[in-house]
């Protein structure tokens, strides 16, 4: 689907007295990454909340800095989609309960990685505190406390949503990850995600969607990476930021202006289109 004006052609066919679901990623969409998001961006989301629609942080971050951000943001009640899918959480004032985690079998993702490119380092999401990893990853890669294993086996003798593959050209790993059946998203040249089959966004914002009531024709996603496709199929809405790649900008509604350019406060303030009860 190519840039129209289709999706907002079939938000205005929907009922107008119930909120929308409108689902944002963080890094690259609302901000630039280590950087906070602009004034405009913030009173996008404010405006968004204040008319009663329900904003859903949806990233590929882990639990703990996706809560982080959402705070950043302004969001200290609602819905937080983190680990590309894999778990969810409510967040509330104080704090937040999480509602549902996708485990990973681990075993056979790590020792492909060990076996093919030993020069990896692996780690091992550990929901709400932090990793294990096979190694210490550079300062600022990942958050929260790093529990150092002593052999890959440490990796998975507790449950983990993610595995994340970093190092020299780990992107190209991605296919043989997925021939073996797994979810991987290559984040960048040098960093895989890897969750459980059949594990995006768009299936922890579906179950969002049932447990809130909304309909599907009132859905809104606002993305700019691999990892956000799924998520704008699953939009009755998908707007791309403006400096996506081609294969995401196909699948949007609509493309807006770059990060730098606050295209996601662009497109959050085209939700208020959809006014609430």
Known sequence: MTATTSGAAALSDAPMSTPALVACDVEGTLARAGRRPSPAVLDAIAAVRAAGHHLVVATGRSLSSAV????????RDGWVVAANGAVTARLRPDGYSIAQVVPLDAEPVCRLVARTRPDLRLAAEVVGTGYRVTRRFPERQLSGHEEVVRTVDGL???????????GQWAQRLT??????????????????DVTAPG?????????????LGVASSRTVAVGHGENDLEMLAWAAVPIAMGH????????AARVTGTVDEDGAAEAL????LLPAA
């Open 199 to 211: 594990t995006t966004k768009a299936t922890a914002l579906e179950s969002i969607r049932v447990e």
């Open 156 to 166: 998975w003798v507790r449950p983990t949503p993610r595995v994340v593959v970093h």
């Open 244 to 251: 996506a790649p081609e294969a995401v900008r196909a699948v």
């Open 68 to 75: 982080q951000a959402a705070r950043q943001l302004g969001v």
């Open 269 to 272: 303030f085209d939700a208020l």
């Open 175 to 192: 296919p043989a990850l997925r021939e073996s059946g797994v979810t991987a998203i290559p984040a960048r040249v040098d960093w895989v």
